[in-house]
């Protein structure tokens, strides 16, 4: 009898170790930024620029804006959509 109540309270304080294991896990998982983790936007004034001149139709303008964000980041997906949309 003494026996199975080992047993019992081995098998519960195990569940429960581990429910309280889990738990902490998923809820602790979170970010570290702090209070102030609002993403920031970073403006390229020539993108802006350049995008502002292509649609009012100042093509050639909009060419010589969009140049210099993508000799910055040649990655710049949207420079070169814009650029794209000023040479057509």
Same mark, same amino acid.
């Given at each position: %009898?003494?026996m199975k /109540?080992?047993k019992y /309270?081995?098998i519960s *304080?195990l569940? /429960?170790? &581990?429910l309280?294991?889990? #738990? *902490?896990?998923?809820? =602790?998982?979170g &970010? *570290?930024? =702090?209070?102030n983790s609002?993403?920031?936007?970073v403006?390229?004034?020539d993108?802006m620029?350049g $995008?502002?001149q292509?649609y009012d =139709?100042?093509? $050639?303008?909009a060419?010589v804006?969009?140049?210099k964000?993508?000799e #910055?980041?040649?990655k #710049?997906?949207?420079?070169? #959509? %814009?650029? =794209?949309? &000023?040479n057509?």
């Amino acid at each position: %009898m003494k026996m199975k /109540i080992n047993k019992y /309270i081995l098998i519960s *304080s195990l569940a /429960i170790y &581990s429910l309280i294991f889990t #738990n *902490s896990l998923i809820l =602790g998982a979170g &970010s *570290s930024d =702090g209070e102030n983790s609002e993403p920031v936007e970073v403006v390229d004034a020539d993108y802006m620029n350049g $995008k502002e001149q292509a649609y009012d =139709g100042k093509n $050639k303008a909009a060419i010589v804006y969009l140049e210099k964000p993508i000799e #910055n980041d040649p990655k #710049n997906a949207d420079a070169f #959509n %814009m650029l =794209g949309y &000023s040479n057509r």
